[in-house]
């Protein structure tokens, strides 16, 4: 991300109540120091520019949420192997403990800082001295970012407070008070949202210019989002084929872009070299050296002391340390056995291979599998030190050919050309083709690439939850989460939220 001179933040609280952790939490507590003053924005250009890349700065720090609420939920995390005492918070995620009492993400996950963020710039910039070009491109991306966060939320609360102007004063507390709009009504603000950015993008299909690596929205990733969306919309707002279709239109536009493709090696989307113009990459979120590394995944990897008796390598005697030695974290979030055979066994796969390794324990002349050191976004050693600068992909090309599959599928047609593309990529010559076949086995299939393609990129859960309930339930371990039991699809809240706010009503089910 560029850089700015400038180290302002807003001292507006966007919706106050969602910072509230307990009770005792004082408004001013969580004030901001500084903030750029209303008037500077709409006199000044240069404030404005701060309050665009503070928007994406603020977006970068919600990274570790997005990735939890969509993926920790999934089959791919398990009380499985690892070498380490668990997480417990995780471990809430994967073994769906979740109660009144036991509520992960509280305060609405902080989405709401980012949300007054997104709700300044809407509502300033229109009278702002920057430039018309500039003024409706980020005017488009923010009206699409705000669209992505108010996607999040639905899908992880469903019905959640609506606010689309900024928060100018705290000092009269009932007028902060909000109820949760139904989940319909967040949706149709989600859909206007996303039709304001493509009508500010103006047909302008183009990668900004500000960067040479893909890290500012486009009109190409809220052609993604759209397409996201209205396969939400469903399958769970009875959307039925007109929003497929409006799916399909979205997402083989996007397909068809000469500027977007799948890149031969799959590494290539998470190599620090190959960032800049990545065919593949829509929208990520960026990550430098001296400016923000990526520490989401540090209980995905291990202590050095582990590292020293762990064999990455039985054939070699290879330990971790030796392969990975500047790499230290922790192993405290497992997979199952059954999760590691099913994605190693079989034909050569580049996708676990660039994705993870396992770790086995020896005694005596046996190598067993201890546990996974995920790799993906490990970064690279720089100057003697492990350096996690990997650009976090938000949405990329093969994303968009899966969920495109997942339209025609839903629609009674072919999605074998594009499942093959994945798989063609993922295993190259020879690999076996996907023929079309009913729309139970062709979502199957569509899953099943899915499942191996976005390993740690907080994409699974939803994917389950987008293709519907009977996938939820054919994925995850009836242990952990079974029919009966969908309200836990949603998050609660939290007892706190409620005293806070009056209006707020606890989530159904809980």
Request: proline share 5%; with cysteine; aromatic share 12%.
């Given at each position: 991300?560029?850089?700015t001179?400038?180290?302002?933040?807003?001292?507006?609280?966007?919706?106050?109540?969602?910072?509230?952790?307990?009770c005792e939490?004082?408004?001013?507590?969580?004030?901001?120091?500084?903030?750029?003053?209303?008037?500077?924005?709409?006199?000044?250009?240069?404030a404005?520019?701060?309050?665009?890349?503070?928007?994406?700065?603020?977006?970068?720090?919600?990274?570790?949420?997005f990735?939890?609420l969509?993926?920790?939920?999934s089959?791919?995390?398990?009380?499985?192997?690892?070498?380490?005492?668990?997480?417990?918070?995780?471990?809430?995620?994967?073994?769906?403990?979740?109660?009144?009492?036991?509520?992960?993400?509280g305060?609405?996950?902080?989405?709401?800082n980012?949300?007054?963020r997104?709700?300044?710039?809407?509502?300033?910039?229109?009278?702002?001295?920057?430039?018309?070009?500039?003024?409706?491109?980020?005017?488009?991306?923010?009206?699409?970012?705000r669209a992505?966060t108010?996607?999040t939320?639905?899908?992880?609360?469903?019905?959640?407070?609506?606010?689309?102007e900024?928060?100018?004063?705290?000092?009269?507390l009932?007028?902060?008070?909000?109820?949760?709009?139904?989940?319909?009504?967040?949706?149709?603000?989600?859909?206007?949202?996303?039709e304001?950015?493509?009508?500010?993008?103006?047909?302008?299909?183009?990668?900004?210019?500000?960067?040479?690596?893909?890290?500012?929205?486009?009109?190409?990733?809220?052609?993604?989002l759209?397409?996201?969306?209205?396969?939400?919309s469903?399958?769970?707002?009875?959307?039925?084929?007109a929003?497929?279709?409006?799916?399909?239109a979205?997402?083989?536009?996007?397909?068809?872009?000469?500027?977007?493709?799948?890149?031969?090696?799959?590494?290539?989307?998470?190599?620090?070299?190959?960032?800049?113009?990545?065919?593949?990459?829509?929208?990520a979120?960026?990550?430098?050296?001296?400016?923000?590394?990526?520490?989401t995944?540090?209980?995905?990897?291990?202590?050095?002391?582990q590292?020293?008796?762990?064999?990455?390598?039985?054939?070699?005697g290879?330990?971790?340390a030796?392969?990975?030695?500047?790499?230290?974290?922790?192993?405290?979030?497992?997979?199952?056995?059954?999760?590691?055979?099913?994605?190693?066994?079989?034909?050569?796969d580049q996708?676990?291979?660039?994705t993870?390794?396992?770790?086995?324990?020896?005694?005596?002349?046996t190598?067993?599998?201890?546990?996974?050191?995920?790799?993906k976004?490990?970064?690279?050693?720089?100057?003697?030190?492990?350096?996690?600068?990997?650009?976090?992909?938000?949405?990329r090309?093969?994303?968009?050919?899966l969920?495109?599959?997942?339209?025609?599928?839903?629609?009674?047609?072919?999605?074998?050309a594009?499942?093959n593309?994945?798989?063609?990529?993922?295993?190259?010559?020879?690999?076996?083709?996907?023929?079309?076949?009913?729309?139970q086995?062709?979502?199957?299939?569509?899953?099943?690439e899915?499942?191996?393609?976005?390993?740690a990129?907080?994409?699974?859960?939803?994917?389950l939850?987008?293709?519907?309930n009977?996938?939820?339930?054919?994925y995850?371990?009836p242990?952990?989460?079974?029919?009966?039991?969908?309200?836990?699809?949603?998050?609660?809240?939290?007892?706190?939220?409620?005293?806070?706010?009056?209006?707020l009503?606890?989530?159904?089910?809980y």
């Amino acid at each position: 991300m560029k850089k700015t001179k400038f180290s302002y933040s807003i001292i507006l609280l966007a919706f106050a109540l969602s910072l509230f952790t307990s009770c005792e939490k004082k408004l001013e507590e969580v004030a901001s120091g500084t903030s750029i003053p209303r008037q500077a924005v709409l006199t000044d250009p240069n404030a404005a520019l701060a309050l665009y890349y503070g928007m994406y700065a603020s977006f970068r720090g919600y990274q570790g949420t997005f990735f939890t609420l969509g993926e920790m939920r999934s089959e791919i995390w398990a009380d499985g192997l690892y070498t380490e005492s668990e997480d417990a918070g995780l471990k809430n995620y994967y073994t769906h403990n979740i109660t009144r009492d036991i509520v992960p993400a509280g305060g609405w996950g902080g989405f709401y800082n980012l949300i007054d963020r997104l709700n300044t710039i809407i509502t300033l910039f229109p009278q702002s001295p920057l430039d018309d070009v500039r003024k409706n491109r980020y005017l488009a991306e923010s009206y699409a970012l705000r669209a992505y966060t108010y996607y999040t939320l639905l899908k992880t609360w469903g019905g959640v407070p609506i606010t689309t102007e900024p928060v100018s004063s705290v000092s009269d507390l009932p007028a902060l008070y909000r109820e949760r709009a139904k989940p319909v009504d967040v949706m149709t603000l989600i859909k206007a949202d996303i039709e304001k950015s493509l009508e500010l993008f103006a047909g302008d299909n183009s990668f900004n210019s500000l960067s040479s690596k893909r890290i500012y929205w486009s009109r190409p990733a809220t052609l993604t989002l759209k397409g996201d969306v209205h396969l939400w919309s469903a399958e769970h707002f009875n959307g039925g084929a007109a929003d497929l279709n409006t799916a399909k239109a979205a997402l083989e536009e996007v397909k068809n872009l000469p500027s977007l493709g799948l890149n031969a090696n799959y590494a290539d989307n998470f190599s620090q070299a190959r960032e800049a113009g990545n065919r593949e990459i829509i929208f990520a979120i960026s990550y430098e050296r001296d400016q923000a590394g990526l520490g989401t995944y540090g209980n995905f990897l291990v202590n050095t002391t582990q590292a020293g008796t762990l064999f990455i390598d039985p054939l070699t005697g290879q330990t971790v340390a030796n392969a990975y030695p500047l790499v230290a974290g922790a192993s405290r979030v497992g997979m199952s056995p059954e999760m590691i055979t099913k994605l190693t066994s079989g034909p050569t796969d580049q996708r676990i291979q660039n994705t993870f390794r396992v770790m086995y324990r020896r005694s005596g002349t046996t190598y067993n599998p201890a546990g996974v050191l995920l790799t993906k976004f490990i970064g690279q050693v720089d100057a003697g030190a492990q350096v996690y600068n990997t650009d976090f992909p938000v949405y990329r090309y093969a994303e968009v050919l899966l969920m495109l599959a997942e339209a025609k599928a839903k629609l009674g047609e072919d999605p074998s050309a594009e499942i093959n593309a994945i798989r063609a990529r993922a295993y190259g010559a020879g690999y076996t083709r996907y023929t079309n076949g009913s729309e139970q086995q062709n979502l199957t299939a569509i899953l099943e690439e899915n499942l191996r393609e976005f390993i740690a990129e907080g994409k699974r859960w939803f994917t389950l939850r987008r293709m519907g309930n009977e996938f939820v339930f054919a994925y995850i371990n009836p242990q952990y989460l079974a029919p009966g039991q969908e309200y836990k699809f949603l998050l609660p809240i939290t007892q706190s939220m409620m005293n806070l706010d009056p209006k707020l009503e606890q989530t159904p089910g809980y």
